[in-house]
């Protein structure tokens, strides 16, 4: 192999390299898949269709909450104003509920009563200090913004869950936002989804978010206004049916009392229904509905910056120390991978360009044997006045280092090097 073409193998392993590793840790930290995603559209029915919705109402048919996700009897929800709901009885779109009474709904107490050995407070720093977040439906977007409600595999949600994302890394959280696609949007979709949970968990967070959007027609049902700008209300969704559902819930009602706390509004209430939304993996996982369809997608990620503020203190996460806490262990992984791929780039090119791995090292030999000793050789050859330039009286003089025979490589090999 000729010394050029030996250079542009060289740089092509270089930049296979780098790319390689660029898209590694792109794909670690944000679960960013390079591949288009498979879609199976229209082989298994919806989960539920946008516009079509149930309004769950009182005896007295007072209107309490609206949802496009299917309701069964003995659901129950949490209203805004605390009082806990179950439904008796569904007359096609309509959920007749009766009030059991009001809700407890505070941040203090003790913590995640169904899992004791995940009720140590985060810290900063620390294993806790982890949020993993992933989409179901990646699908779901938002009209007003998207042009359209449904968008395979790049949907508005996304950007929210960005948005969540980014604001809790901002308050010193480190986080993992997966944003697999699970289409199509069926059925199945929790079936498709519940790996990337399982993943996610694998990593250790303190609590895992799957981040939806409603399909309630109605934008005013979810807005919500504040000295003049408007954001989403958001709902808790938690599975009724699987072994941490008192875990869920207990975690979706401290966040709720940080929320009323802090962003009075926000929360549009806890919806507690029949299915395990694959929430039977962890005691800190929870579905989040922000906004619906006919919000604008700014309106959303308003209200998902506004839910991320409350989630540390939620999880006892410390505030960061300074700008440098918000970072994420994720970083220095990615710097890792780019160095890496240089040296191995430098490797490759030094074997090919001196036409194997002896000669290679042969290479090394001589550059650390005798170009180094000469830099050094130079560096003593020149003698220096009090003023710390070469005395002009002094005759520099190259001191060339002398390397014994048996440690220079043969004449072959040294031809060979030295016609580069």
């Not at 792109?26 to 309004?55: C, M, Q």
Request: with cysteine; hydrophobic share 40%; aromatic share 6%.
């Amino acid at each position: 192999m000729n010394k050029r073409a030996a250079v542009l193998v060289s740089l092509s392993l270089l930049l296979a390299a780098i790319l390689a590793s660029t898209l590694t840790y792109r794909a670690r930290i944000t679960g960013w898949n390079p591949l288009p995603a498979f879609s199976l559209g229209g082989l298994d029915p919806k989960e539920h269709t946008v516009g079509t919705y149930t309004t769950l109402v009182d005896e007295e048919g007072r209107v309490l909450d609206k949802m496009a996700r299917p309701v069964y009897k003995d659901d129950e929800f949490i209203a805004a104003d605390n009082y806990r709901y179950r439904v008796t009885e569904i007359r096609g779109d309509l959920a007749i509920c009766t009030r059991i009474g009001r809700e407890d709904v505070v941040l203090e107490g003790p913590s995640f009563s169904e899992a004791p050995d995940m009720a140590t407070p985060a810290q900063a720093g620390g294993a806790k200090n982890l949020v993993a977040i992933y989409h179901t439906h990646t699908d779901e977007s938002y009209i007003p913004t998207d042009g359209t409600e449904s968008i395979p595999g790049q949907g508005g949600i996304l950007k929210v869950g960005q948005v969540f994302a980014g604001k809790l890394r901002s308050l010193g959280v480190n986080v993992y936002h997966d944003v697999s696609a699970h289409e199509p949007h069926d059925n199945n979709s929790y079936k498709r989804s519940r790996r990337t949970a399982a993943q996610l968990l694998q990593k250790g967070p303190a609590a895992l978010f799957d981040i939806h959007r409603d399909g309630v027609p109605d934008s005013d049902f979810y807005r919500q206004v504040v000295a003049g700008e408007s954001f989403s209300k958001i709902r808790l969704v938690v599975g009724r049916e699987n072994q941490n559902m008192n875990a869920n819930l207990d975690f979706a009602k401290k966040i709720k009392a940080a929320a009323d706390a802090k962003h009075p509004g926000l929360i549009r209430g806890i919806f507690i229904g029949a299915g395990s939304y694959n929430q039977d993996l962890s005691p800190r996982a929870l579905l989040l509905e922000i906004g619906t369809h006919t919000n604008s997608r700014e309106e959303a990620q308003r209200g998902a910056g506004l839910l991320a503020e409350v989630i540390p203190t939620v999880l006892g996460i410390s505030p960061p120390a300074g700008p440098a806490a918000a970072g994420t262990v994720g970083d220095w992984k990615g710097v890792a991978f780019v160095v890496l791929a240089f040296i191995l780039g430098g490797l490759a090119f030094l074997v090919l360009s001196s036409g194997g791995w002896d000669k290679a090292l042969a290479r090394l030999r001589q550059y650390t044997s005798v170009e180094w000793m000469n830099l050094l050789g130079q560096g003593r050859a020149r003698p220096r006045g009090s003023g710390g330039r070469p005395d002009g009286n002094t005759r520099k003089v190259l001191d060339k280092s002398i390397v014994p025979a048996e440690k220079l490589p043969s004449n072959d090999e040294r031809k060979d090097w030295q016609k580069d």
